[in-house]
């Protein structure tokens, strides 16, 4: 500090021998005074530094000056000497008395306000928001296949006639391309469209893939369906494909079974109903005895005791030969469900919308 080195002089060493060079030294040391206040003041520490190198009793600045500049004087300095370390002294006290006040007021203030945080009251909880129905679905479905060595493939929602329909022996006029009203993209090169359903996977899978295949197809589909209850033009589907050299019928009865119990539960009993899909033959509708009434008949299941629950069959030999696959040596099941449909069922939900108006009422029913 280079007052400190000042006033560790004496004057006459510093060479101050007339009472006008004795005031402007001592308005030097004090405009020193003045401009370090401002820097010390914001920090406690360095503040209480400070002050005590100003005024400390021993080495203090102001006891400094009295030692050195005052007790030595010569005698026809010492009046003013004595008078300039009163006014001083008198600075110093005042500036930094002023400055205490308003650092403790400053320090009260931030106290106050921190009690006015009252720790004691509880916190404010956001709601972490819960997995959508269709996404518990899903996971409940991909749990009971993933269990029984299925895989999870997924594919684009913007496909091919080719993929969509040819390629699963649907061809061009064939009466299953109506019942799929098709949104088209205009203006696509090759004519791409939105796929009706997520069967395409199972070719573009054994296209990649040699045999043996056992995928599961999780995915959105689109429909030109007038949007109803029960209806909209997008909903949830899940593929399921499994080919191999020795896969019989008994292996397809079995697995839907097992996947019926494990799905609705032990008591659940399974029935196939002839059907019809052209890429698979024999094709089934799988029902399942109605989880409502256990059987017995009830509203749900329109009195029949059974509830439809999704469509599958044996892989067509036809579709074989559009992925190169030998259908003399191969065979296999499929099966394509609609998630939205077995969440509505298992759930209890009469209205399909419900599930995308993301009403917090109704989500909140899913935890
Ligand atoms: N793709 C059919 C649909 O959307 C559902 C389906 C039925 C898929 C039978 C299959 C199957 O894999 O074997 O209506």
Known sequence: MAERKIVEQTLAELGDATAEKVVARFAEVGERFDRQVAVHSADPEAWRV?????????????????????????????????QELNKLKAHVEAVLEE????????????????????????????????????????EELQRIFLSIGFSVVEGPEIETPYY????????????????????YIEGARGGHLLRTHTSPMQIR??????????????????????????????????EGLAVDTDITFC??????????REFLGPQAKTRLRPSYF???????????TCHVCGGSGCRVCKFSGWIELFGAG???????????????????????MGVDRLAMMKYGISELPLLYQNDVRFLRQFP
């Open 50 to 82: 400070f002050v005590l190198a100003w005024t400390g009793r021993k080495s203090g600045i102001l006891s400094l000056i009295t030692d050195n500049w005052l007790k030595p004087a010569r005698p026809e300095l010492k009046r003013v000497v004595g």
């Open 99 to 138: 400055r205490r006040v308003a650092i403790e007021a400053a320090a009260e203030q931030a106290a106050q306000a921190r009690e006015q945080i009252d720790l004691s009251l509880p916190g404010v909880e956001r709601a972490i928001g819960t997995r959508h129905l269709i996404r518990q679905t899903y």
């Open 164 to 183: 969509n329909f040819e390629a699963l022996n649907i061809p061009e006029h064939h009466p299953a391309r109506d019942n799929m009203d098709t949104f």
């Open 205 to 238: 899978t054994m296209e990649k893939q040699a045999p043996p295949v056992r995928i599961i197809v999780p995915g959105k589909v689109y429909r030109r369906d007038n949007p109803d209850a029960t209806h909209g033009y997008m909903f949830h589907q899940i």
């Open 251 to 260: 292996d397809f009865k079995g697995t839907v079974e097992y996947f019926v």
């Open 278 to 288: 052209p890429f698979t033959e024999p094709s089934a509708e799988v029902d399942a």
């Open 314 to 336: 044996m892989v067509d030999p036809a579709v074989y030969g559009f992925v190169k696959y030998d259908a003399e040596r191969l065979s296999g099941f499929a099966f394509g």
